[in-house]
Every structure is written in structure tokens, then in C-alpha cells.
């Protein structure tokens, strides 16, 4: 068996130490470019949102790599992300392409049913084996997510362009390399050394701006243009709100022992969200009032084009963004998404968030609202991230 | 008493199915009911322009009967319906719809919005009717007695569906013409999309005028639309999906049908899988023909109507030779 799995971010650090652990042959799908997206939109539906078409796109180029099975998650709905895995199934078959694929189902309240879809995949792994995997796996989404926090916050104050992320990139691959527990944690130790040694400007004045929204595009930098690279780059220092093991946490292990707790969520998107609306939409409401509360300067709304509980969030967002006081941009992204166009807008926001900010801020919004009476939010919005 | 009220009912997204319902509660407590004209172009262009451009056509339509009905109104009747049938989902824009309009930045009226949700049993569903209406004033003995009659109305035009007759029909009291062709067509899609007939540029009576007799999903019986829709690998976990599905499931197979039209809305959610799984069965399965029609307010009349005639064209030719 060698298996394979979609991309995202660096999903592929704890997935290619979990399988291995368990001694089956991984296949990392190579790193998603425009090839991967090419491929993946010719072969699936038009409308499909742009994780599946991409999904695709990294399963042809890992069965051309020797991959034979996919292993990836399920979901309950309302959202498509519960059903695609039924879908590149038949879209595979269509092409006479043979992977099996092993979804994982979240676990509704039963913890059997997510072991029993890994028993599937390691047949001959006593618990034993399959705890230290987990741990493996589990050790270096950890230190993973706690080092991106960090490059988050020095990447806005280096002094040669670039630095940062360059160590990111050996940061991950010695992450990538450790074989055992203890050995990520000396990795992780390298690289907060890697990080310390970059030259700062620790007097520039950066702005803050948290990253909302859907988690795909959240996390995978081919898809949301480097998002974090570019705000960084322009003395943005990035707070994002989506981190894979905290994901991992709720959706996986809580929700399984039905320990999750959404309440905070609810309750602050409550006056503008009364229900969940699948995927990310509710929490996209939430953390950007938790997010102007919390004084940061702006927020950015990612999601793709099609994106059903984001086009409900965007919606919303505008009432949000005047109530609270905080600029909102969204950008709903597909496989036509082109870095320049992203650049543009990203620094027109920016002209915007140091203006508010220079003018110790506030008001400027109300006093817009007093004066467009009817057609209201959008045209707030818009002049909001323009002018 | 009350003093007398006026609720705006939008005649979108699941009117096609419920209208029956509301109409009979309010009108039973004596409320007075605002239903929006038939979609036009001026309730569209004002959806377009209210609605954020991302959300697909029957969205942006509901949008338009909200703003048309809003000067007219004491309330809004915008039910949050979540799920009609345990372990579903109608769709994540459903789910939100209340919410998106309040906040959609212009001045309408308060919104009543009870929630459809059959994770919360069958009865939440009247208890949050009864609550919208004691909210108004109304006392319980008679929102009691109106929510019965409305039940009573609802499962009545329910059967008049399964009888044959499409949501249109009833609801305007229409006959469709006597078809002359001997062929049968399934039309399948969302029901705001294939009974709007602005929406859906008259389609159905195209049909009509050349002679087809009309099937619809609304017609077979729920719980022969369940099994035939838990021939799924997956439990399909939308709605509105799984009616698509099982009858689409049901004509293949019972191959009395002449060819599918199937008409999704631009950038649907749940209809870019539950489509293209349909289209792939489709195709492999019966050699049925089908024509996938995309809408979106972007739609031109003469393609659309190019394309159907040539697809009805060639039904005829497959028959004649
Ligand atoms: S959250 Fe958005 S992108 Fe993800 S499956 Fe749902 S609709 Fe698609
Ligand atoms: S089911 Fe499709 S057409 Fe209907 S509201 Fe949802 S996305 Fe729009």
C-alpha cells in the first residue's frame, strides 16, 4: 500500500510521520503550483469549491508517483467538504485511475467509528504502534503551529526581506526529518534559534490584521496567494485564527468524547449569526468581533469563490465591520485568483488601516453611515478599502 | 385583540413548498398576508444589486421579493429552515437566510423567522410558530387551533402533489394543456428554480407547448424518493439533493421517461456534486438524455431556448429512427 493525501499547508509534515510510524509507504503529493490546479479544474465540476478541484489535482499527480490509496476526512454536512471524497471517487473511476481511498468520518459521538476507518489502514499495528504515531504526528503539528505563530510576528519586523521566510522553509524540513518526539522538540529548538537570529527592526510600526474565514484557504499558501507572506512582507504582523492542532482538537478529539464546546463562538456571533451554518461561517462572525475587540487593526475575510457558510459570513460581515469599528476585505478566491490583482487590494487596505491608524481612528466610519442612507453597507465597504 | 397585522410572505425559495402552510396559520389567526408579485425584472435587479454578488440567483430573487414586500409590511416571514428530514441539511444559505437580510444594510421590517430543524423533532417546528405568533399577541388556544388547520392544508396539497400536479398548479389553480406527445419528460431541479417562471424563462411551458407531458421530483412519493435515494454509496446528507437524486434514481431505472432536463442554479453548493453525480449515472446507466441548464441572472433567453429545442429535437429523431 502506498498512501497518499491532500495538501494543506503543512498538513503533510504530521501525516508523512503518523503513516510512516505505522510503517506504510507514504507518497507527499508534490507541492501544489499551477500544474496541480490546472489538473485538478479540468477534471471536476465546474462549480465545485476549490479545495476539492485541487484535491483532485494533487491525487493524479501522487497515483503518477506510485500512490495507490488516498486517506482522507469525511464530514456530516451541511457543507460539500462531507461528500467530495464520493465524488473524486467517481471522477478518479471516470479517468480509469485506481486509488482506493480511505475516508476517515468524523466520529459523531463515537469513537469506534474513527478507529475502525484506521484499523483499515493499519491492519498489523498493535495499539502500541499506532499511540506512538499518533503522538509523532501529533508533536509536530504542535510545535509546527507554535513556530507560525512566531514567524507571523517576526516576519512584519525583519530587516531583509525574505529572511523569514527562507528559515520557515528549513524550520519545516527539520521538523519533517525528526523521527522521534524527542527529536522534534530539538528541532523545534533549532528553529526558534533559525527565528532569534534574524536582524529586526524592533522599532517599526506594525499593523495588526487577523485572517478569517474558510480553513483551506486559510491554511494553504498556494491557494491564498501567500497571503501571509505578502502582509508580512508590508509590516503587517498576521494573527490567524484557524491552527491545525487546535482544529484537530475540537473537531476530532472533543467532538468524539462530546467535550466541544462551541459556546463562546455562539454567543459573540449571536446578534448577527443565530445558527450554524457549516464549515468555518459562524466562527468567520465570531473571531472578527473578538478580533476588533481585541484592537487589531483590520481583518480579512478568504474564502472560495463558492463557498456557501462564507457567502453567508460575507453577507453579514459589512454590519459586522461598521458595529464594530474594524475594516473587513474579503477575497473570494478560484483557480483564476492571480497574485497582482491580490497585491493591489492588500496595499490599498494597508494605505487604509495606517491612515486609521495615524488618525488615532475611530469615527470615520459612522460618520459614513449617517450619510448613506439606504444602499448602506456596501458602499461603506468599498470606500472603507479604497479610498 | 390584536390590532390587525400584515405579514409579507416572499414568493421564493421553499413557497414552492410550504406556502400552503403559512398562509393558513396567518390567515387563520387573521393576520393579514402579503405575498410578493411573480418574479420580474425589477424584483430581480433589486435582488442583484441588495445581494452580495457571490450568492447564486434564487438567493439574489429572494432578496428582490424581500425589498419588494418591505414598504408594504408590518413583518417579514423569513423561515430559517434548516432541516426538513433527520440527518439533513436544505443548505447552508437556508440556514443563514434570516440573519443575511436583516444585516443586509437596508431599512425592512422586523423579521419572523421560525426555524425548521428536524434534529429538534417535528414539534419544534410548530413550537416556534406558536411562539411567532403569541410574540404578536396572539393567544394560544387559537394559534393552536390555526397551526392544525395549517397542517391539515399542508399534508392535503402534499397529496395533491403526489397525485401529479406541480406546486404551480395548485397554488394558481391552473390545468396544464393535454399532451399530445406520447413522450414523458422528467424535469429536475430545485423547486424555486423550475416553477419560478421568470427564473426559469417559462421552461416548464415550453415543454408544455410541445406536447411533452411533465414530471416533476414533487410528485413521487417521500418515501420512494428514500429508498431510491439510499442506493447512495454515502448517506446524502441535503435535502433537497436527496429528492433530486432518488427520482432521478427512480425514472432511470423505470425507463418510462424520454430524457432528463436538469436545472441547477450558477455556483450551487450542494448541486455542483449532487449534479455531477447525476450527470455521470446518467450517461452510464440508461442512455436517457439529459440537459444540464445553468441559470444565473447573466442567463440569455436565446441560448437557453436554443439549447432545449435542440435537445427536444433530437428525443424526437432518437424515437423516429
Ligand atoms: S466550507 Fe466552503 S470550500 Fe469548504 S466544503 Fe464547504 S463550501 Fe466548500
Ligand atoms: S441549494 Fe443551491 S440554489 Fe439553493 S440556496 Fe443553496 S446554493 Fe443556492
Known amino acids: 500500500m502506498k498512501v497518499t493525501f491532500p495538501h494543506m499547508g503543512y498538513l503533510y509534515v504530521p501525516l508523512r510521520a503518523f503513516f510512516s510510524q505505522l510503517g506504510i509507504e507514504v507518497v507527499v503529493p508534490p507541492p501544489i503550483s499551477q500544474d496541480t490546479i490546472n489538473l485538478g479544474t479540468r477534471y471536476s465540476p465546474e462549480f465545485a469549491c476549490l479545495p476539492l478541484k485541487i484535491n483532485i489535482g494533487n491525487f493524479l499527480q501522487a497515483a503518477e508517483l506510485g500512490a495507490d490509496t488516498v486517506v482522507m476526512a469525511g464530514g456530516i454536512g451541511p457543507c460539500r467538504f462531507g461528500y467530495y471524497a464520493q465524488v473524486q471517487k467517481e471522477i478518479l473511476a471516470d479517468l480509469g485511475i485506481h486509488l482506493d481511498m480511505i475516508v476517515l468520518e468524523p466520529p459523531q459521538g463515537h469513537w469506534r467509528q474513527l478507529f475502525r476507518g484506521l484499523k483499515s489502514l493499519a491492519a498489523n499495528a498493535g495499539p502500541v504502534t499506532v499511540y506512538r504515531a499518533g503522538a509523532l504526528a501529533w508533536a509536530k503539528l504542535k510545535v509546527l503551529d507554535k513556530l507560525a505563530k512566531n514567524q507571523f510576528v517576526i516576519r512584519a519586523r525583519e530587516k531583509v526581506r525574505g529572511s523569514t521566510t527562507q528559515t520557515w522553509r528549513i524550520i519545516l524540513d527539520l521538523v519533517d526529518q525528526a523521527d522521534s518526539v524527542q527529536a522534534v522538540y530539538i528541532a523545534a529548538e533549532q528553529g526558534q534559534k533559525l527565528f532569534d537570529r534574524i536582524v529586526l527592526e524592533p522599532h517599526r510600526d506594525v499593523l495588526k490584521v487577523g485572517l478569517v474565514g474558510e480553513i483551506y484557504t486559510l491554511l494553504e499558501p498556494a491557494v491564498n496567494l501567500e497571503i501571509e507572506r505578502l502582509l508580512g512582507e508590508m509590516g503587517v504582523e498576521v494573527v490567524q485564527s484557524v491552527y491545525l492542532s487546535n482544529w484537530v482538537m475540537t473537531n476530532l478529539v472533543l467532538h468524539t468524547f462530546h467535550l466541544r464546546n462551541d459556546g463562546e463562538h455562539y454567543q459573540l456571533a449571536a446578534p448577527y449569526l443565530g445558527s450554524f451554518v457549516g464549515g468555518h461561517g459562524l466562527e468567520t462572525i465570531s473571531t472578527t468581533i473578538f478580533y476588533a475587540r481585541s484592537g487589531l487593526d483590520g481583518v480579512i475575510h478568504l474564502a472560495p469563490l463558492t463557498c456557501m457558510p462564507e457567502i453567508v459570513a460575507k453577507s453579514i460581515l459589512p454590519q459586522v465591520s461598521v458595529d464594530e469599528d474594524i475594516p473587513v476585505l474579503t477575497f473570494m478566491l478560484d483557480e483564476h485568483s492571480a497574485e497582482a490583482g491580490i497585491q493591489t487590494r492588500l496595499e490599498a487596505f494597508y494605505e487604509l488601516l495606517k491612515t486609521r491608524k495615524q488618525r488615532g481612528h475611530k469615527n470615520n466610519i459612522k460618520q459614513i453611515k449617517n450619510e448613506s442612507t439606504i444602499l448602506g453597507r456596501k458602499s461603506i465597504i468599498e470606500s472603507l478599502s479604497w479610498h | ?321
Open chain 2, 1 to 321: 385583540m390584536v390590532t390587525l397585522v400584515r405579514i409579507g410572505i416572499p414568493r421564493a425559495l421553499l413557497y414552492y413548498h410550504y406556502f400552503p402552510l403559512w398562509e393558513t396559520f396567518w390567515r387563520n389567526l387573521g393576520v393579514e398576508i402579503e405575498v410578493s408579485p411573480p418574479t420580474n425584472k425589477q424584483i430581480l435587479d433589486l435582488g442583484v444589486e441588495a445581494a452580495v454578488p457571490e450568492a447564486c440567483l434564487p438567493v439574489k430573487v429572494y432578496y428582490g421579493h424581500i425589498l419588494t414586500l418591505a414598504q408594504k409590511v408590518d413583518y417579514l416571514f423569513v423561515p430559517r429552515l434548516i432541516s426538513s428530514q433527520k440527518g439533513t441539511y436544505i443548505c447552508p444559505k437556508f440556514m443563514g437566510l434570516p440573519d443575511m437580510l436583516k444585516h443586509c444594510g437596508y431599512n425592512i421590517p422586523a423579521i419572523i423567522a421560525p426555524t425548521l430543524n428536524a434534529r429538534h423533532g417535528k414539534k419544534a417546528w410548530e413550537r416556534s410558530h406558536l411562539q411567532a405568533a403569541e410574540e404578536l399577541g396572539f393567544n394560544r388556544r387559537l394559534t393552536q387551533f390555526a397551526w392544525q388547520q395549517a397542517q391539515r392544508e399542508l399534508a392535503s396539497y402534499h397529496k395533491e402533489l403526489q397525485a401529479g400536479r406541480t406546486p404551480v398548479d395548485i397554488l394558481y389553480q391552473r390545468q396544464p394543456p393535454k399532451p399530445t406527445s406520447r413522450h414523458t419528460l422528467l424535469l429536475l431541479g430545485h423547486p424555486y428554480n423550475i416553477f419560478d417562471e421568470f427564473v426559469s424563462m417559462n421552461l416548464i411551458n415550453r415543454l408544455y407547448h410541445r406536447g411533452y407531458q411533465v414530471v416533476t421530483p414533487e410528485m413521487l412519493p417521500p418515501k420512494l424518493v428514500e429508498k431510491e435515494a439510499a442506493r447512495l454509496p454515502k448517506h446524502l446528507f441535503w435535502s433537497l439533493g436527496r429528492l433530486l437524486v432518488g427520482t432521478a434514481n427512480y425514472y432511470l431505472q423505470e425507463k418510462s421517461i424520454a430524457g432528463i432536463v436538469h436545472v441547477v442554479s450558477f455556483g450551487c453548493g450542494p448541486d455542483s456534486l449532487v449534479g455531477e453525480l447525476l450527470e455521470r449515472r446518467a450517461k452510464k446507466l440508461a442512455h436517457v438524455p439529459f440537459l444540464l441548464l445553468t441559470l444565473d441572472e447573466h442567463t440569455g433567453e436565446g441560448g437557453l431556448i436554443t439549447r432545449l429545442e435542440a435537445f427536444l429535437d433530437m428525443i424526437e429523431w432518437r424515437h423516429v429512427s
